[in-house]
């Protein structure tokens, strides 16, 4: 008798100290794996070093998939597998039945809730195809509370999944954090207290450098890489944004208080919301967009950069200090990784003599028109996205042609283009005819309805222009199956986690296998990813 008391008493003893009452799950959009020691020397003890000095480093974590992009990104993170089963291929990908090009996160069915002008607000996670752990959290265990939030609508409304209780985003137009009726009819009370008190016109300040400009691993400010933002006259600190970007709120995106707006409505959200006192786990996802809004505008070897993830540090480490205080030290995970990372501006990698440059898609897309209308008397090409390019089915078959005729020509016409690496068919694909590595990335970021007749990729080190201007020269982007876009922190910390690198190949679809152990959940759908067995072991 006496033992089954004990027994009664030491389960729920024991189940607390293994579930967290909390899980943070923060993406930085956009983030190097090499600026955790790139700009080390400007971090705080409890920042990023958090994670570092006590917390778990999962050093050799990539993408498995092309196109890397935002939203497949946040999807893939949350679903634990790639867009060839979340359905999630692009952050826009064109829509044969539509005829258009339509956004990852666009519900015409929903309306915005928060701010009058519907143009930021019509978003939900209706394309997504199968569920996210937040979504499997939910569902198992109703009491949950999970929450999601960004600047980037679909960095908010991919990670809450279908069943979040609040997915909150950044609204250009008003410079406010709002939703959608996907989720809720008018916004909660201390979200319009939130917006009325804390919003983006009373964080914008004049940008400078945080630290002494001689601790920076870069000197040179004004690089012939960067774009000068609007406003600005010439790519240097400091950037006096209170003269220039007030009331315009996009604008304020690229500044280094947007972090910090996001940081405070998170806190304002884990206390109003009273996330971790509940007796299942809550859920807490947010993504911070401005580095990557920095990262396109500046580069990864820019001053701005190195700047952004210095203060950026700071924001972790007022998160980190408030959880301790409100959930209690040993009672939350939080996890930190990155969309996808990016490639040094494409200009100074061919200045300084190393592969790369860029690769002109309207010259290519003209040459293929051109060879095609030469053969058959017409244009057979309906629309080109992130480097899909879809035939016009209609008029292929008004003119009885085979349309995997017509797919093999436009493949083979674009491997005729040096910077070229693989093209390949989707009917290929779907038969299952995988050559190498890159195709095999191509296959798992596929979808037999969302993407194009005939995917190609680019050599390393090529970005993908749409005019040959000097102006395409200047910033960079990503999307690539290359390691400069793929390799990404992946950092863990909290509830007795035993410190530790693992140095192990993990793929980025391997954080949700690893969540729906920690949580004793059910594997997802069609979750592809391997749990890392090393941060559940005690
Ligand atoms: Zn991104
Ligand atoms: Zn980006």
Not at 206 to 227: A, G, M
Not at 240 to 253: C, E, K, L, P, V
Request: aromatic fraction near 12%; charge should be negative; proline fraction near 5%.
């Amino acid at each position: 008798m006496r033992k089954l008391v004990l027994c009664g008493l030491l389960v729920p003893f024991v189940f607390l100290g293994q579930t967290p009452k909390i899980i943070v799950g923060i993406v930085v959009d956009q983030m190097c794996y090499d600026y955790l020691y790139r700009f080390q020397h400007h971090f705080s003890t409890d920042g990023f070093n958090r994670f570092l000095t006590s917390g778990v480093n999962c050093r050799n974590t990539n993408y498995n998939y092309v196109p890397t992009y935002t939203g497949p990104g946040h999807a893939s993170i949350y679903t634990g597998t790639t867009p060839y089963n979340h359905g999630i291929v692009a952050n826009e990908w064109y829509d044969r039945t539509q005829a258009k090009g339509v956004n990852c996160v666009f519900d015409p069915s929903v309306q915005a809730v928060g701010n009058s002008s519907s143009g930021y607000g019509q978003v939900s996670p209706h394309h997504l195809e199968t569920m996210t752990i937040t979504d499997q959290l939910k569902f198992t265990y109703p009491s949950s509370k999970v929450f999601s939030i960004s600047i980037k609508d679909r960095s908010a409304a991919l990670p809450g999944g279908h069943l979040s209780d609040g997915s909150y985003w950044f609204d250009y137009s008003s410079g406010k954090f709002i939703t959608s009726t996907f989720y809720m009819n008018q916004l909660p009370s201390w979200v319009q207290t939130f917006n009325e008190q804390k919003n983006a016109d009373s964080y914008l300040a004049d940008w400078e450098l945080l630290n002494d400009p001689s601790s920076y691993s870069r000197r040179i400010d004004n690089s012939p890489y960067e774009v000068t933002i609007k406003g600005a006259k010439t790519p240097t600190f400091p950037y006096a944004f209170t003269s220039f970007a007030r009331g315009n709120y996009s604008q304020f995106t690229i500044t280094p208080f947007a972090n910090t707006l996001l940081t405070d409505f998170a806190l304002e959200l884990i206390q109003r919301e009273g996330l971790g006192k509940n007796d299942a786990t809550d859920m807490l996802c947010m993504s911070y967009s401005t580095p990557d809004i920095v990262g396109h505008a500046f580069g990864p070897y820019s001053l701005e950069i190195e700047d952004i993830y210095a203060r950026l540090d700071l924001e972790l480490a007022k998160l980190f200090n408030t959880l301790d205080k409100q959930v209690g030290k040993h009672n939350y995970v939080v996890f930190l990784t990155a969309d996808h990372a990016v490639v040094p501006v494409p200009q100074q990698l061919t200045d300084e003599k190393l592969p790369g440059g860029y690769f002109d898609m309207s010259a290519c897309l003209t040459s293929i028109n051109t060879q095609l209308q030469k053969k058959y008397g017409s244009i057979l090409i309906q629309s080109e996205e992130n480097q899909n390019i879809y035939l016009d089915y209609p008029l292929i078959d008004s003119l009885k042609l085979n349309r995997s005729v017509i797919q093999q020509e436009v493949a083979s016409i674009l491997r005729s283009f040096p910077e070229v690496k693989v093209a390949v068919t989707g009917s290929d694909l779907e038969r299952g005819i995988i050559q190498d590595p890159w195709m095999q990335m191509i296959l798992n970021g596929y979808s037999k309805e969302r993407s194009g007749d005939v995917i190609f990729i680019l050599k390393p080190g090529y970005l993908a222009i749409s005019s040959n201007a000097s102006s395409e020269h200047k910033g960079t982007s990503h999307g690539s199956a290359f390691n400069y876009d793929t390799h990404v922190p992946l950092l863990w910390y909290g509830n007795r986690m035993k410190h530790q690198e693992i140095f192990r190949p993990l793929e980025i679809t391997d954080i949700s296998a690893t969540l729906v152990h920690m949580l004793k959940l059910q594997r997802i759908g069609s979750m592809t990813g391997k749990p890392i067995v090393e941060i559940l072991g005690h």
